[in-house]
């Protein structure tokens, strides 16, 4: 079946056939026709090709004698690049080199041409060069189309610019294309100050007010007077500076098209380096519809997939692992992940998915998405000071590994709030919760038992105080951007209620630190490093957010505590941060109740045996008795007390929840009921 042409010896020196072939389908002939078998030699394709080539990346080319021409099938035996080819080779590293009327290009995995017809002979991708003929030479080409005399030099090329890739974003294009200073310096457009137009005009002006020789001089003297003289100058002032500007806005606008051109071919080489990783399909879980894949690199992907094509998609893995397209996006310094798509089944922001084997929960919490765009310096003046920037999105994809060993322990710790939670007597439409739980930090200790903490809570807030699911917005593991996004809601929703009349509810756990200098309190997102104090989300920040919505109540529980932290290492301490100082207390605002884990000095701990915070277990226990009938001021006493005495035993610490109110509530907060009910 293989091309019987001495060229074709070249290739197989250059790369062997087994690299090619996925050798878990194999063809057969029968009747003079070919199919394809697996490895148990059932029939999976029927005999009903002309030619076959073998499986590749998960496609296989076919042909029909009537037709004459290639196209490729997947495991399915489903048509998904139409017959269109005079001659193939199979898929390599993504790409397949394919001939049309005598002349090779490569196309990719969705058919598209990525290089076109115009080589005399091609043969396939290995480590980023294929080797190509022009006339009666042969050379190298990279993925980009560019030519290489020697694979030396085609590989040294490829290592250069991987290098530069894989460096920051903006250093990556700082280095190819400069800083806008030094672009519009080469341009000539740097150097134009004040002087020196002072100077330009000064030279024109003094030309046109010469007298002719042949100007009368009455009519030179109308010409050039003191009110002509200052007309003219401002005449030729604007007319150099808006030819300035404009230049400048061409050269920015030149500028900004290559940056973005940059960016993007940088955020596709993060997708090339995603997709070549190790991706491996996880047992399928068919209550939750959802396959868990683990990569090599990027943490692990909920993707759900409906149970009717779930063994199509399992058998079809090799071509749908091969077809994975992971999109980027920049933020900042660097590129975040924004979806993962394998062929139809796409996992992004917007995903909604559990996954469950044994009694191991994992659970993602679904990240709403912003608009990506890019952001550029402006131009003041007409004076060359821009520079070029990456916008950061509001919120991306956040893949994370799960251990199944802790998930395991934390499953198998049953607590009693956790199970038969009760529905409450009434309704809470006008009322909003955001619960946040942050327990997988990336540059801090994780906080143990946060995600559980989190679910369980919103789980009481829906059922037990009768709160619209779609009034409670919850975060895992969140970001700064997330935690921004979340008060932006609270404002719509504030601007779009304030005449009804509505309640809010926010919830937190996760570390607190207090900023060493001026000892102000901040809770801590998931992304940010403990050292960045600057941008972390203050305390004080959040109860003015909170409190200047209008609300009829704001009661706020943190379950975080803002003793210290281990600043110099870069890590908060696990499970107990450290007493290094007491921070200033944070004065809510408007008509707001706020109850916290733990006083200024002291940590908030675990309940171990629960499965919970200490502080969030007694929450919820009281939310399970009362069934959510209880007021501010009998939950306060219920939680201190029970928290105090727990921990001196559990512990062998102090741990005191503390209740603040706005100075609005300072007599009544005691006689509120609990969600503003």
């Not at 999976?44 to 030619?51: G, S, T």
């Not at 974003?169 to 137009?197: R, V």
């Not at 920049?330 to 995903?351: E, H, M, R």
């Not at 070029?388 to 919120?395: G, R």
């Amino acid at each position: 079946m293989l091309r019987k042409n001495i060229l074709t010896l070249l290739f197989f020196a250059f790369i062997p056939f087994l690299l090619l072939a996925d050798g878990t389908f194999k063809p057969f002939e029968s009747n003079g026709k070919y199919g394809f078998k697996n490895e148990s030699g059932q029939i999976v394709i029927a005999a009903k090709f002309d030619e076959v080539r073998d499986f590749s990346e998960g496609l296989a080319a076919v042909k029909f004698k009537l037709s004459r021409k290639w196209g490729f099938v997947d495991k399915d035996g489903i048509l998904v690049i139409p017959r269109k080819f005079d001659d193939i080779e199979s898929f390599s590293e993504g790409l397949a080199a394919v001939a049309i009327k005598g002349k090779w290009g490569f196309i990719d995995r969705k058919g598209d041409f990525v290089i076109p017809t115009k080589f005399n002979w091609a043969w396939n991708f290995h480590k980023g060069l294929a080797n190509v003929k022009i006339d009666d030479k042969l050379i190298y080409i990279d993925r980009q189309g560019n030519f290489y005399e020697t694979e030396e030099d085609g590989q040294r090329a490829l290592l250069e610019r991987s290098k530069r890739l894989n460096s920051p974003i903006n250093h990556y294009i700082t280095f190819e294309l400069g800083t806008f200073e030094q672009y519009i310096k080469n341009k000539d457009l740097y150097d134009l100050t004040e002087d020196i137009l002072r100077q330009q005009v000064e030279q024109e002006l003094a030309q046109w007010q010469q007298k002719g020789e042949f100007e009368p001089t009455a009519q030179w003297q109308q010409r050039v007077n003191e009110t002509t003289r200052a007309a003219k100058a401002r005449e030729i002032a604007n007319r150099i500076s808006g030819d300035y500007n404009r230049r400048v806005q061409e050269a920015r606008a030149e500028y900004q098209q290559k940056y973005e051109a940059l960016a993007q071919e940088y955020c596709e080489h993060r997708s090339e380096a995603f997709a070549s990783q190790e991706l491996t399909l996880r047992p399928y879980d068919a209550d939750n519809q959802t396959f868990l894949i683990s990569t090599a690199s990027y943490g692990d992907i909920l993707l759900p997939v409906p149970l009717a094509e779930a063994q199509a998609f399992k058998r079809n893995w090799e071509a749908k692992k091969a077809d994975v397209k992971a999109v980027f996006v920049p933020v900042g310094d660097d590129v975040a992940l924004q979806s993962v798509a394998f062929g139809k089944y796409v996992y992004d922001s917007n995903t909604k998915a559990n996954y469950a084997q044994v009694d191991v929960d994992y659970n993602f919490r679904p990240v709403d998405l912003a608009n990506i765009d890019f952001n550029f310096a402006a131009i003041d003046g007409g004076e060359a000071a821009g520079k070029a920037s990456l916008s950061t999105p509001a919120a991306t994809v956040q893949p994370r590994r799960y251990e199944p060993e802790q998930r395991k322990i934390a499953a198998g710790t049953a607590s009693d709030v956790d199970t038969d939670i009760p529905a409450g007597t009434t309704k809470a439409p006008n009322t909003f919760a955001v619960v946040i739980a942050n327990g997988n930090y990336a540059h801090a200790s994780r906080v143990a038992n946060a995600e559980n903490d989190g679910r369980t809570m919103e789980k009481y807030l829906s059922r037990t105080l009768g709160i619209p699911q779609k009034n409670i917005t919850t975060y895992i593991d969140a970001t700064y951007g997330q935690m921004a996004s979340a008060m932006s809601h609270l404002r719509d929703i504030a601007d779009a209620y304030g005449r009804d009349g509505f309640n809010v509810l926010f919830y937190y756990v996760g570390h607190g630190l207090p900023d060493d200098e001026k000892r102000e309190s901040y809770i801590l997102p998931v992304d940010v490093d403990p050292k960045d104090i600057e941008i972390c989300y203050p305390l004080k920040k959040l109860y003015s957010q909170l409190g200047g919505l209008g609300a009829q109540s704001v009661t706020v529980m943190v379950d975080a505590c803002f003793s210290g932290s281990n600043h110099g290492e870069g890590m908060l301490i696990p499970q107990s941060m450290g007493v290094t100082m007491k921070p200033k207390a944070s004065t809510p605002v408007g008509n707001m109740v706020v109850l916290s884990a733990a006083e200024g000095d002291e940590t908030a701990y675990p309940y171990a045996s629960q499965g919970h915070g200490l502080f969030t277990y007694w929450l919820l226990k009281k939310l399970k008795e009362s069934r959510g009938d209880v007021t501010l001021g009998e939950l306060s006493d219920y939680v201190s007390d029970k928290v105090m005495k727990t921990s001196v035993v559990e512990n062998r610490k102090r741990q005191t929840p503390t209740v603040a109110t706005s100075q609005s509530l300072a007599t009544t907060w005691r006689s509120l009921r609990f969600g503003g009910k």
